[in-house]
């Protein structure tokens, strides 16, 4: 089965720097790559996917690299905010299933 | 849309209850998942439904556990007999493909 690697599991920033959190992946078979956002007693919330035939989205602050040979993606965090404060975690998806991170807590201090 | 209604949103039980969490998927979707989520373990399928079939109960821990869907708008996850290993945030998400997830609020359950 897949299994996907997240790190840092923690991450503090300044508000206003960038913050970039990593994920790895091992099954080349895995075509999808969302990005959750987990506030404190919430359901995780999709912020930016990123399909296996593209290299880079962007979506406002938030961006998402895919590098398909090194089985690896990462998100952008730009001009951080308080309020991007929470855990966030990468999945990666083949036949169906949905294979998480371990997560990253961020906290962005004012 | 409300979202992926869960209920209820906190439950506390004794070891060797039962235990009945209860979700609203969003209108129109045809998938359905059940996830679990702990510090040790992080976010794990337990098992998902394609038009209120299910499809994938691999994750389902033990026999304790059981899930129906007896139509598309909601769908009950069952733990019986309850044990405090089984205390987590549960989740369950709904998507109109296989390959989309909105997650609902959670049930945090505490099982003494």
């Known amino acids: 089965g897949e299994n996907v690697e997240q790190h840092p599991s923690t991450l503090s920033v300044q508000e206003g720097d960038s913050a970039v959190i990593k994920c790895t992946y091992s099954?080349?078979?895995?075509?999808?790559f969302p990005w959750y956002k987990q506030e404190l007693g919430k359901g995780p919330q999709l912020i930016i996917d990123?399909?296996?035939?593209?290299g880079e989205k962007k979506d406002q602050r938030i961006a998402v690299t895919l590098n398909k040979t090194a089985k690896h993606f990462s998100l952008h965090i730009t001009e951080t905010q308080p309020e991007d404060s929470a855990v966030y975690f990468c999945a990666a998806y083949n036949f169906n299933k949905f294979y998480f991170g371990s997560g990253t807590k961020l906290n962005v201090k004012p | 849309d409300a979202g992926v209604i869960q209920s209820p949103r906190h439950e506390v039980t004794e070891m060797g209850q039962e235990v009945t969490l209860r979700c609203k998927p969003i209108?129109?979707?045809?998938?359905l998942f059940w996830y679990r989520q702990t510090m040790m373990r992080g976010l794990e399928l337990l098992i998902y439904f394609n038009n209120n079939v299910p499809i994938d109960d691999s994750g389902m821990p033990e026999d304790r556990f059981s899930a129906k869907m007896p139509n598309a708008s909601f769908s009950t996850l069952k733990i019986q007999p309850s044990e405090p290993r089984d205390s987590a945030v549960y989740f369950c998400?709904?998507?109109?493909?296989?390959?989309?997830?909105?997650f609902g609020p959670g049930t945090r359950l505490t099982v003494l």
């Open positions: 990123i399909r296996s035939n593209v």
């Open positions: 998400a709904s998507g109109n493909g296989a390959d989309t997830q909105y």
């Open positions: 209108s129109g979707h045809d998938y």
């Open positions: 099954d080349s078979a895995s075509n999808y």
